[in-house]
């Protein structure tokens, strides 16, 4: 059964949370391609995930481009070459 995590005025992304067969749980982010992970709890699969969402982001601003959700979380414009 997925579980989708409520969205909080904070929030800008919804995780999805899903139970394996196997009892490991698997924390996705839709929005933001390849942010898939499992943990053996959901707190270890969120952690998880959160992590590959940051360097997922990092990696996009140093390719050069800067999602405005980048912006609105530093609150001000980034350097430009």
Known sequence: ????LPKKE???FVTELDREEDGRWIAEIPDIPGAMAY??????ALR?????A???LADTVEQGS????VHHLLGHG????
């Open 10 to 12: 904070t929030t800008f």
């Open 39 to 44: 943990g053996a709890t959901k707190a270890e």
């Open 66 to 69: 800067i999602p405005s959700l």
């Open 54 to 56: 940051l360097r997922t």
């Open 78 to 81: 980034m350097a430009r070459r």
């Open 48 to 52: 998880r995930v959160y992590a590959i």
């Open 1 to 4: 059964m997925k579980k989708i």
